[in-house]
Each structure stands twice: as structure tokens, then as C-alpha cells.
């Protein structure tokens, strides 16, 4: 049973960077996709990137897109958000997602449904 668990959350300025972390366990890390996502207070559940499993390649929701960065370190079971100059508007928890299953479009990636694995969440929040 695959187990994940985020840290790096906390609270900043508007500008300020973080790198949220997310450690895997209890299968095989090389064999999940995975990604990260964020909910506010009385807001749907939001993608925000997503890393391949077979090639590294990733996908970024339009928000995140030149501030964010997701990696993955397949030696350390660890993916990795790094977050630059941080809005009010990121702030919400964050949730690290992991999924086995092989779709043919990326952007399919971006829906909750394409992961069967998730953290418990990390708070970021970003004051103004």
C-alpha cells in the first residue's frame, strides 16, 4: 500500500519561496506519476503540476506555470514542489498524489481521479 507523506508547508510573505517535499513508500516510486495539488477553504480540489513516472516530464497547471517547479528523486522515493514568488492566492494545503495508471494525454493527469494515493497535506499560507 503506497504511502505518502508531505512537509515543507508553513507561512510566508508574498514573494517568499518554500519547497514542499513529499516522501513515498510502500511500492515501487518509478512506477507512479505523480502530482501535487492544492485546496482553499470552500474550493474544489486544484491541480497544480505533475511529474511522468516513465520519463520525467511534466505538466503545470497555468498558475503554477514559471514560479513552480516539480521534480522527483527517484533514489530518494521523494517528490519535490518548489514554489517562487508566492501569492495570497496559493495559499491553501497542499496535497502530493501518486497513480499507476497510464493515460495517453497529459493533461488527463490533471484530474483527481487519475490518482488513487494521497498525503495527508501540507499548509502553505502566504500573507500579503
Known amino acids: 500500500q503506497v504511502q505518502l507523506v508531505e512537509s515543507g508547508g508553513g507561512v510566508v510573505q508574498t514573494g517568499d519561496s518554500l519547497r514542499l517535499s513529499c516522501a513515498f513508500s510502500?511500492?515501487?516510486?518509478?512506477?507512479?506519476?505523480m502530482g501535487w495539488f492544492r485546496q482553499a477553504p470552500g474550493k474544489e480540489r486544484e491541480f497544480v503540476p505533475h511529474?511522468?513516472?516513465?520519463?520525467?516530464?511534466?505538466y503545470y497547471a497555468e498558475s503554477a506555470k514559471g514560479r513552480f517547479t516539480i521534480s522527483r528523486d527517484n533514489a530518494k522515493n521523494t517528490v519535490y514542489l518548489q514554489m517562487n514568488s508566492l501569492k495570497p492566492e496559493d495559499t491553501a494545503v497542499y496535497y502530493c498524489?501518486?497513480?499507476?495508471?497510464?493515460?495517453?494525454?497529459?493533461?488527463?493527469?490533471?484530474?483527481?481521479?487519475?490518482?488513487?494515493?494521497w498525503g495527508q497535506g501540507t499548509q502553505v499560507t502566504v500573507s500579503s
Open positions: 498524489a501518486a497513480g499507476a495508471r497510464y493515460y495517453a494525454f497529459a493533461d488527463s493527469y490533471s484530474r483527481p481521479t487519475a490518482y488513487d494515493d
Open positions: 511529474i511522468m513516472r516513465s520519463d520525467g516530464s511534466t
Open positions: 510502500g511500492r515501487t516510486f518509478v512506477a507512479y506519476t
